[in-house]
């Protein structure tokens, strides 16, 4: 008798519980104009919950009827969608078909208190069998889903390509992350296994005194029988292709003070012809976090001491003074015959007075500066005179470029001016580069052309994945084109040679806000040359929980958030931004096979919360200052600061809006329409019980393959995927030892014929993958791998 009052005190209590939060929360949010359903349905569970604590059958058959009404507004809002049916659900479903069960008819009582006419027993199996319809039901929307993701395109015929070295970050200067090696192809993917793996040794937990959050970004290069690539702290290692073992290592010693991050995408390669340089014949270039760049001997890793001094340049000259973190460099420079073009990454939201986005070449052989662009000049190209410095806070370019060599152009992705949140003070020279594509001449740095992707930019959807360099068929003939994909979701298409649209682009009027001291762009740029990835305008239906519990808090936290769309003008008020910095796409870009005129793409999604601060109720202080999830930064010299948090997330720390979070999608360059799109890696690693959520953020960037392979890590989840091409078909998928959040790469060993195809494994750690220091290789299995450490 006992344990029958605590367990129907028990299931009446959790009841009443959950109907006094849903009352509560569900007033509250239809105070604010959201949804209907809440209140009704907590007054309801609390009535039940009470009748069934007093152990009244009623009690039950109120539940009941929750539940069928939960169904048909949960069908009604979001159809057959299976994760965003879940919180709606999952827990009603559960805790009817508990109240069902053999235990709580029998062994509590309720099978003598339920009436046994034939109706009532009707009733209980209608209630029943629409709980199994419900199961059914959503199962079959899961896999009609999956089937329009995975639409097959029509076959398509592959060009034969000899296999070349992968000599530069995205395998060539045109960044197409496209390998032309053939041997794993779609047909013997599967048995894919590990070659081998080597450890760098770059770990937080031999750094002890560092506190710069790191993450393992590099692309290795494959020059012959030799892979080179950088850690996180800038140390160089040479690998052999077929084993792993580390032929040479440098370490530059970087200075990390300061450093907010810690990274290095890759290096770069050049070389040299007979007599340009006595010594370093071939030589890798790397460019650091602490501001400089290193020329090193391709054979033995010693300095070439003819490059600058001993071997080495300052990238901090002409900056002025700068503090430690506020100017680092984290991708490669990329080699255009023998001059080296090299951006920088600046750290955002700190002080109008950041250091200057300038963007400089110099000569590979002797490290001296050929030109310099500086986007904040009235005349960029000006040489500075003794005394001077590059304009502060001018756009910054910390992403890949991209060349075309036959055109003599060097194609720079830029960021916006500093700070991103407030542009009351930019000047027009400040604004006309910002968050654009700008084609440069190669031997004098001159513009040759620009396109902004977002005017005025208030949003930080600086241009951050590289522009990628294809032929495409326009009108029956082949155009040199330039696809850049941006974080606000948009693909702009354009005429590399000089900047004009391949396809409409429409000007479309975006909010104004009212922000003292700002000013706004009446219109932003929208592409119609392929499809948009922007996510739709986000709805309160579109707020996702583990429950019903946190699903309702995010809808009435979305409901007191200030949003109107993708481009919600930074406010005084707490605003709603989605796609927000993070963005749609980012440095990982897009990879495309040019023979089978496909183009893919991954994406996130991930919405933030944004408030302008006025600088009185701002903290005192030039550092960023964390408050829980939130971080306000100084934005020193404009009337704000600025407080964000990142992901938009209920208390529980689950995202508020719908998965999937991420996706992979291909398109058809001709035809211009997606081919299929599916789900990118699960939660599975970081959710409770493992639980695999389809489609979660990704950073790193998609190998296609001429075997008809899509190869890539980037999701939270610790796996490299294989993918078909053509389908979209989940092929294959390794475990990693780490977070995969790099760009893999492919190539032919010239030894063996054996083609490898090599990923970063060390974890991103703003992600909370798991850190390590692994480098991966995987091959068709022919033998027991191989692991190398770092001697």
């Not at 209590?13 to 939060?21: C, D, K, T």
């Not at 609390?46 to 009941?64: H, K, M, P, S």
């Not at 294989?722 to 032919?748: C, I, N």
């Given at each position: 008798m006992a344990l029958k009052h605590f367990?129907?005190?028990?299931?009446?209590?959790?009841?009443?519980?959950?109907?006094?939060?849903?009352?509560?929360?569900?007033?509250?949010?239809?105070?604010?104009?959201?949804?209907?359903?809440?209140?009704?349905?907590?007054?309801?569970?609390?009535?039940?919950?009470?009748?069934?604590?007093?152990?009244?059958?009623?009690?039950?058959?109120?539940?009941?009827?929750?539940?069928?009404?939960?169904?048909?507004?949960?069908?009604?809002?979001?159809?057959?969608?299976?994760?965003?049916?879940?919180?709606?659900?999952?827990?009603?479903?559960?805790?009817?078909?508990?109240?069902?069960?053999?235990?709580?008819?029998?062994?509590?009582?309720?099978?003598?208190?339920?009436?046994?006419?034939?109706?009532?027993?009707?009733?209980?199996?209608?209630?029943?069998?629409a709980a199994a319809g419900v199961v059914a039901l959503v199962t079959a929307g899961l896999l009609v889903q999956g089937g329009k993701e995975n639409a097959q395109p029509p076959a398509r015929g592959t060009a034969s390509r000899p296999a070349t070295d992968w000599a530069n970050y995205a395998g060539n200067k045109a960044g197409t992350r496209f390998s032309p090696a053939s041997q794993i192809t779609r047909e013997n993917v599967s048995g894919l296994d590990v070659a081998w793996t080597y450890r760098t040794g770059d770990l937080p937990e031999n750094h002890p005194n560092s506190r710069a959050p790191q993450m393992f970004q590099a692309t290795p290069l494959q020059i012959g029988d030799t892979l080179y690539l950088c850690t996180p702290r800038n140390i160089v290692v040479a690998l052999d292709v077929d084993t792993g073992k580390e032929r040479w290592r440098y370490d530059p010693g970087v200075d990390e003070t300061g450093v907010h991050t810690l990274a290095c995408r890759g290096v770069s390669y050049h070389r040299s012809q007979p007599p340009q340089a006595a010594d370093c014949a071939g030589r890798i270039l790397v460019a650091t976090v602490?501001?400089?760049?290193?020329?090193?001997?391709?054979?033995?890793?010693?300095?070439?001491?003819?490059?600058?001094?001993?071997?080495?340049?300052?990238?901090?000259?002409?900056?002025?003074?700068?503090?430690?973190?506020?100017?680092?460099?984290?991708?490669?420079?990329?080699?255009?015959?023998?001059?080296?073009?090299?951006?920088s990454f600046v750290l955002d939201n700190m002080t109008v007075d950041a250091p200057s986005g300038v963007v400089r070449a110099f000569d590979v052989i002797s490290g001296k500066q050929l030109w310099n662009w500086d986007a904040g000049r009235q005349d960029p190209n000006a040489e500075l005179k003794p005394g001077e410095s590059y304009v502060p806070g001018s756009p910054n370019a910390w992403s890949l470029f991209s060349a075309d060599e036959q055109l003599g152009l060097v194609y720079i992705p830029t960021g916006n001016p500093s700070p991103d949140y407030f542009g009351g003070l930019r000047s027009p020279e400040l604004e006309r580069f910002g968050s654009s594509v700008v084609a440069l001449d190669v031997p004098t740095g001159k513009v040759r052309w620009s396109f902004q992707t977002v005017h005025h930019d208030l949003w930080d959807y600086d241009v951050a994945s590289q522009p990628v360099l294809v032929d495409m068929p326009v009108d029956g003939e082949l155009v040199p084109a330039l696809i850049q994909a941006t974080k606000q979701g948009e693909i702009f298409v354009l005429d590399r040679r000089n900047g004009s649209p391949i396809g409409p682009i429409e000007e479309r009027p975006v909010p104004r806000g009212d922000v003292p001291g700002e000013r706004y762009s009446p219109t932003q740029p929208v592409s119609l040359a392929l499809p948009s990835l922007a996510p739709p305008v986000m709805r309160e239906a579109d707020m996702w929980g583990a429950t019903p519990l946190d699903q309702l808090w995010c809808r009435i936290e979305f409901r007191t958030l200030r949003y109107l769309g993708r481009f919600t003008p930074p406010s005084l008020e707490n605003s709603l931004i989605f796609p927000g910095n993070n963005g749609i796409m980012n440095w990982g870009s897009v990879a495309v096979d040019s023979a089978r005129g496909i183009l893919v793409v991954p994406t996130s999604y991930m919405p933030m919360t944004l408030q302008l601060v006025p600088r009185e109720r701002a903290p005192a202080t030039d550092q960023i200052v964390l408050e829980g999830r939130a971080a306000v930064s100084p934005m020193l010299g404009t009337p704000y600061a600025v407080r964000t948090e990142r992901p938009f997330a209920s208390p529980l720390g689950l995202?508020?809006?719908?998965?999937?979070?991420?996706?992979?999608?291909?398109?058809?360059?001709?035809?211009?329409?997606?081919?299929?799109?599916?789900?990118?890696?699960?939660?599975?690693?970081?959710?409770?019980?493992?639980?695999?959520?389809?489609?979660?953020?990704?950073?790193?960037?998609?190998?296609?393959?001429?075997?008809?392979v899509v190869f890539i890590?980037?999701?939270?989840?610790?796996?490299?995927?294989?993918?078909?091409?053509?389908?979209?078909?989940?092929?294959?998928?390794?475990?990693?030892?780490?977070?995969?959040?790099?760009?893999?790469?492919?190539?032919?060993?010239?030894?063996?014929?054996?083609?490898?195809?090599?990923?970063?494994?060390?974890?991103?750690?703003?992600?909370?993958?798991?850190?390590?220091?692994?480098?991966?290789?995987?091959s068709l299995k022919s033998g027991a791998p191989l692991q190398q450490r770092a001697d």
């Open positions: 367990l129907l005190w028990s299931l009446g209590g959790l009841l009443a519980i959950v109907g006094i939060v849903l009352g509560i929360g569900g007033a509250w949010l239809l105070g604010l104009g959201g949804s209907a359903y809440y209140l009704p349905a907590g007054l309801a569970h609390l009535v039940a919950g009470v009748l069934i604590g007093r152990g009244r059958v009623l009690g039950v058959w109120i539940y009941c009827a929750v539940f069928l009404a939960t169904l048909a507004w949960a069908l009604a809002e979001v159809g057959l969608d299976f994760w965003l049916l879940l919180p709606r659900i999952g827990l009603p479903l559960i805790l009817v078909l508990y109240m069902f069960t053999p235990w709580m008819r029998t062994h509590l009582g309720l099978r003598a208190s339920i009436p046994a006419d034939a109706s009532s027993q009707r009733a209980g199996r209608a209630v029943v069998i602490d501001g400089r760049m290193i020329a090193l001997d391709a054979q033995t890793g010693r300095p070439c001491r003819g490059f600058g001094r001993d071997g080495e340049i300052s990238l901090r000259i002409g900056l002025g003074h700068v503090r430690g973190g506020f100017h680092t460099v984290t991708s490669p420079a990329i080699v255009v015959g023998d001059v080296a073009v090299v951006g995202p508020c809006n719908a998965p999937p979070w991420g996706k992979l999608t291909a398109m058809d360059l001709a035809t211009r329409q997606i081919l299929w799109q599916r789900p990118l890696g699960t939660t599975a690693d970081h959710a409770p019980l493992r639980i695999p959520v389809p489609g979660v953020f990704n950073q790193g960037g998609p190998l296609v393959t001429q075997g008809g890590g980037a999701a939270m989840d610790n796996y490299l995927r294989a993918f078909d091409l053509e389908s979209g078909t989940e092929l294959w998928k390794g475990r990693l030892p780490a977070g995969g959040q790099a760009l893999p790469m492919s190539y032919v060993s010239p030894r063996t014929g054996r083609q490898y195809v090599v990923i970063a494994a060390g974890g991103h750690q703003f992600m909370s993958t798991t850190i390590g220091d692994y480098v991966v290789a995987y």
